[in-house]
C-alpha cells in the first residue's frame, strides 16, 4: 500500500475559507475539487433544471395522459437497494400526483433474473397494466420492452445504467446515460431519475392546468429515499447528487421520513437526528438489499412504503433478522472465496491481474459482497460465480464483479465477449461493477480471458494499491464538535470522507474481539485512542498512518479517536 496525500489548491482554500468556510472544511473541499461557495449551496433551487434530462418530458406527457385516462400503472423495479428505493418513490410520487392505480412488481433474482424479461413483461400484462414503468433497469432489456409493446403496453424505460449497442424501442427512455443526452449529471443513481421524471411530470400536469404553483404536491417527502438509494447504490457524489443527499438528510434529521426509514433506523441503533451518508451505505442500505439477496425485495420495498409505524416496525426487524442471515452466509463465503483467491498466488509472487473464483456451494445472492471484500483485499479486479439457481439454467454460472480504479469492469466484459464468442451469455454493468452469466464448462476460458485482458490494461502503478488522504491533522482540529461537523456533511463514492495521515508513535496495541487491533498512540504529543477494524498484525513503534476521525463515548465521556484504514512503514 502507498499511502499519499491530495493536492489541496492553495487558492481555492483560501478562496472558501474568505467565503465563510470553516479552514478545515475548506481544505477538505478545495482538495475535493470545489472552487467557490456556490457549489455548496444545497438549496432545492441549485439542482439541475429536469428538462435537460433526455427523454423526461416525453415520458412526462405519455404519465400525465395515463393520469388522465385513469389508467393502470405497473412499476418494475430491481432488486437492490437503489431499484427499491426507486420503486417507493415511483409509487408514492405517482400517488401523490394524482394515479389512482398504481401497482408494483420486482423480479426474482434467482428465478427471473435482471431486469425487464419478456416474462416479466407477460405477467404485467397479466396484471392488468396499461403502463409499464422501469425504475433502475431497463436500458439493456431489448426483448422484454419489445414483448411489453407487442401486449399493447406504453413502456417508460428510466434508469442509469449504460446502454449497449442497441436500445430499446420503449415509447420514453429516461437516462442520463443514453447516446444523445447532455444532462450534466451522468453520475444519478435509478432512484434520481425517477425523482426528475416526477419533477417533470408535475411541471406537465401544472401546464395542464390541473394546478398551480401554490396547490400542487410536495414531492419533498420524497428525498429521504432518493438519498439512502444514492448513496446505498455507490454512485460518484456529483454536486447534483450532493444536493439531494443533502437535502433527504436534513430532512431525516429533523423527523420527516417514511416510517421505514425511521424503523430501519431503530433496528439499526442510529439516532435520526445525528443522521449520516455512512448510515445509509452500512447500517440501511444493507438490510434493504439484504431482501433482494436471500429472500424478496418485496419485503423492502413494502418497508418503504408503508405508513403504518408499527408495519415498519415489523418489517424493518424481518430485514434485520434477513441480514444477519446474510452477514453468516458471507462470512463463510468470503473464507471460502479468499482461500480459493490466495491458491491462485505463487509463493512470494504479486496475485493474478484479475481475480475469478466459483464454488457449487455459493450463494448467487452474496457473491458481489463477496467479490468486493475480495477485491479490497488484494486491489485486483474480482468475479464471484455461483451456480444459478433459476429454472432451466443448471449449467449456467452467475457472477458478480468489482473492479479497481484505471479498469473499466463493463468495458473489459465486451472485450472477452468480442474475444470470446459464446463465453458470455449475458453481461453489464459499470466501471466499478458489474455481472455477467457464463456457462459452466466456459469459466476456465473466463477467467484466462479476464486475466488477459487485466494484463494488457493494468500496470504496475495502477495495480499498488494508493491510499488518498487529506494529509496531516492540525491538532486543533482533534475536537469531538469538529468531528461532529465533519460526520454532517455528504461524503461519499467521488467524494471521499475526510482521511487523514502522518507519522504517529505506538504506545501499546492488542487485540479485541479477536479481529480488531486496538491502539494507544502518539499524535503531535497527545496520546490519542485508535482502533484498526478487522486487522489482526502488530505495527511497528513508528508508523506512518491513514485515519478517519470518530467519537467514542463512554459513560458519558466523548473522546475523539483514530479509525485505523491503513498503515505504511519501510
Not at 392546468?209 to 396547490?215: C, H, R, T, V
Amino acid at each position: 500500500m502507498k499511502i499519499i496525500a491530495r493536492d489541496i489548491p492553495p487558492r481555492a482554500a483560501w478562496a472558501l475559507e474568505q467565503a465563510g468556510i470553516h479552514p478545515l472544511l475548506a481544505r477538505l473541499y478545495a482538495a475535493r475539487g470545489v472552487t467557490t461557495r456556490d457549489e455548496l449551496d444545497d438549496g432545492l433551487a441549485r439542482l439541475l433544471p429536469p428538462a435537460g434530462l433526455q427523454g423526461v418530458q416525453a415520458a412526462a406527457r405519455l404519465l400525465a395522459d395515463a393520469l388522465a385516462q385513469d389508467r393502470r400503472l405497473c412499476i418494475v423495479a430491481d432488486y437492490d437497494c437503489d431499484g427499491a428505493t426507486a420503486c417507493a418513490v415511483a409509487v408514492r410520487g405517482l400517488r401523490l400526483l394524482g394515479a389512482r392505480h398504481v401497482d408494483y412488481l420486482v423480479p426474482d433474482r434467482v428465478a427471473d433474473g435482471y431486469g425487464l424479461t419478456p416474462p416479466i413483461s407477460r405477467r404485467v400484462k397479466e396484471q392488468g397494466a396499461d403502463v409499464l414503468i422501469t425504475v433502475d433497469n431497463g436500458i439493456a432489456s431489448v426483448d422484454g420492452v419489445a414483448e411489453a409493446r407487442a401486449l399493447g403496453l406504453t413502456v417508460i424505460v428510466t434508469d442509469h445504467h449504460l446502454p449497449g449497442a442497441e436500445l430499446p424501442q420503449a415509447d420514453a427512455i429516461v437516462n442520463p446515460n443514453q447516446p444523445g443526452c447532455t444532462f450534466e449529471s451522468k453520475s444519478m443513481a435509478g432512484v434520481g431519475v425517477i425523482f426528475y421524471v416526477l419533477l417533470a411530470l408535475r411541471s406537465e400536469l401544472r401546464a395542464r392546468g390541473l394546478f398551480d404553483m401554490a396547490s400542487q404536491p410536495k414531492l419533498d417527502p420524497l428525498l429521504p429515499l432518493v438519498a439512502l438509494g444514492t448513496v446505498a447504490d455507490v454512485v460518484r457524489l456529483d454536486t447534483n447528487n450532493r444536493r439531494l443527499v443533502a437535502q433527504g438528510l436534513k430532512r431525516i434529521r429533523a423527523g420527516q421520513m417514511p416510517a421505514g426509514i425511521a424503523a430501519l433506523l431503530r433496528v439499526a441503533g442510529r439516532q435520526p437526528a445525528m443522521a449520516a451518508t455512512f448510515d445509509f451505505g452500512f447500517a440501511l442500505g444493507p438490510r434493504i438489499n439484504a431482501a433482494g439477496r436471500l429472500a424478496d425485495m418485496t419485503l423492502g420495498i413494502e418497508c418503504l412504503l408503508t405508513d403504518d409505524a408499527a408495519r415498519a416496525d415489523h418489517l424493518a426487524h424481518q430485514l434485520d433478522a434477513i441480514n444477519r442471515e446474510r452477514r453468516e452466509i458471507e462470512t463463510g463465503m468470503r473464507e471460502q472465496a479468499q482461500l480459493m483467491a490466495e491458491n491462485l498466488i505463487e509463493e512470494g509472487a504479486e496475485p493474478p491481474p484479475a481475480i475469478s473464483v466459483f464454488d457449487p456451494d455459493f450463494h448467487e445472492g452474496v457473491v458481489g459482497i463477496v467479490a468486493s471484500r475480495i477485491k479490497d483485499k488484494l486491489h485486483r479486479p474480482t468475479f464471484v460465480f455461483a451456480a444459478s439457481g433459476a429454472p432451466g439454467k443448471a449449467h449456467e454460472l452467475k457472477g458478480s464483479g468489482r473492479s479497481i480504479p484505471g479498469f473499466h469492469l463493463r468495458d473489459a466484459l465486451d472485450l472477452v465477449a468480442k474475444r470470446h464468442p459464446g463465453v458470455l451469455l449475458r453481461f453489464g454493468g459499470h466501471a466499478m461493477a458489474a455481472g455477467c452469466t457464463v456457462p459452466e464448462a466456459q469459466f476456465e476460458v473466463f477467467e484466462q480471458a479476464l486475466a488477459q485482458v487485466a494484463r494488457e490494461w493494468l500496470d504496475a502503478a495502477t495495480l499498488t494499491r494508493r491510499l488518498e488522504t487529506d494529509g496531516p491533522l492540525a491538532p486543533e482540529y482533534r475536537r469531538t464538535d469538529l468531528v461532529d461537523t465533519l460526520h454532517r456533511e455528504v461524503w461519499g463514492q467521488g467524494f471521499a470522507a475526510p482521511t487523514f495521515s502522518e507519522e504517529v508513535e505506538v504506545l501499546s496495541q492488542r487485540l479485541v474481539g479477536e479481529r480488531h487491533l486496538s491502539l494507544k498512540l502518539r499524535h503531535q504529543g497527545t496520546p490519542v485512542d485508535g482502533i484498526w477494524f478487522g486487522h489482526t498484525d502488530p505495527l511497528p513503534s513508528r508508523v506512518l498512518l491513514a485515519f478517519r476521525l470518530d467519537v467514542n463515548e463512554w459513560k458519558g465521556e466523548r473522546k475523539v479517536q483514530f479509525l485505523v484504514e491503513g498503515a505504511q512503514w519501510t
